[in-house]
Every structure is written in structure tokens, then in C-alpha cells.
């Protein structure tokens, strides 16, 4: 497993190796044991699928607050994706600032994001399907959504806000100035 460090502290690009030979390859998405020996020791709770059907459909900017906050582990099945992972860390050197990362079935890559980070992303390709862990599982009282367009963020999703595969969710969420943070730095990683 290749892993790589992001701009932000504790957001890391896993890519696994892949064994391949004339039927195809195999990949070790995640091994508890050699993940440990690196230095992640997370306990996941639970795995999430999503489907998009077109291209440039956004997710998010999603969170889960204390006390369900949750790390993730994204990972592309089929498709592409630029996944998005913002510093909601109060008193973070980083807060408010983002790391951006492609993510496709092609390039096996993972965005490994910790609690205290608001998450999303845009499908670069049609019928795009997306996998990713979560080390609690979902809970609606503690779930919440900041707008994935703010400009205050600058986050370049290439995609045209007026042409985005929203839900309504993500429509109505704050801007990020109208939202108060649940996360503080030194709060669990």
C-alpha cells in the first residue's frame, strides 16, 4: 500500500497495490494489521455504497458531529470522482481550507479523511459508484450538511453550480460564514 500525505495534516491518499495478470487484477483495499503497523488503527462500523447516474451529481458537503463524528475511507468501484475533504476543525492551522483528490476505479486511490472534516463530491463520470467506510454508523440527529458551493471555501469542483445533480439536502445547506462548527482541534482524530 502506497501512502501518501495530503496539504492537510491527517488526510492521506491510500493507493493499494494491484496483482495483475491476463484475467485481470486483485487489490487489498485495506488490511487491518499492515494499516496498524502504519500508524491507522480505526475501527470501522460501517460501509456505505452510493450510485450516481450522471455525471457532475454532488454529494455533500456532508458531516456526522460529536459525539457520532465519523473518520472515512472513500474509494471509487466504477467512474470517477473529485472527492473533497474541508478542515471544520476549530482552532486547525488548516480550518477552512480543503484538499481536492481524483479519485477512479482506474487509479485505485482512497481518500483517507478524519473526524472533523466536512466531505464531498462530484461524479466526473456517468453511473459512477462510490464505497466508503465510516467508523460510526449513520445517525440523523447528528447529521448535517454545509453548502458544497460557498465561495468563502474556493473549492474548484469544475463542474457549473447551475448544472449540478443536487438533493435537496444540498440545496438548502448554510453557507459556511451561517455555520457554527461542532469540531474543535485536539477533539478526537
Not at 35 to 55: K, T, Y
Not at 134 to 142: G, Q, V
Amino acid at each position: 500500500m502506497q501512502i501518501e500525505p495530503t496539504a492537510i495534516e491527517g488526510v492521506w491518499i491510500l493507493t493499494p497495490r494491484r496483482h495483475a495478470d491476463a484475467r485481470g487484477w486483485f487489490e487489498e483495499s485495506w488490511n487491518r494489521d499492515r494499516m496498524r503497523e502504519a500508524g491507522f488503527d480505526l475501527d470501522w462500523a460501517q460501509d456505505n455504497h452510493s450510485m450516481s447516474i450522471a455525471a457532475g451529481t454532488v454529494r455533500g458537503l456532508h458531516y456526522q458531529a460529536p459525539p457520532r463524528a465519523q473518520a472515512k475511507l472513500v474509494r471509487v468501484l466504477a467512474g470517477a470522482i473529485l472527492d473533497v475533504a474541508v478542515d471544520a476543525r476549530e482552532g486547525s492551522p488548516s480550518f477552512g481550507a480543503h484538499v481536492a483528490v481524483e479519485l477512479s476505479a482506474a487509479n485505485g486511490r482512497q481518500l483517507l479523511i478524519p473526524e472533523g472534516f466536512l466531505h464531498g463530491f462530484v461524479t466526473r463520470e456517468p453511473m459512477t459508484h462510490v464505497a466508503y467506510k465510516c467508523t460510526d454508523t449513520w445517525s440523523p440527529a447528528h447529521d448535517g450538511a454545509v453548502a458544497w458551493d460557498d465561495p468563502d471555501l474556493a473549492i474548484d469542483w469544475g463542474v457549473d453550480p447551475a448544472a449540478a445533480h443536487l438533493s435537496d439536502k444540498d440545496r438548502a445547506a448554510p453557507r459556511w460564514r451561517d455555520w457554527t462548527t461542532p469540531f474543535r482541534m485536539g477533539d478526537r482524530p
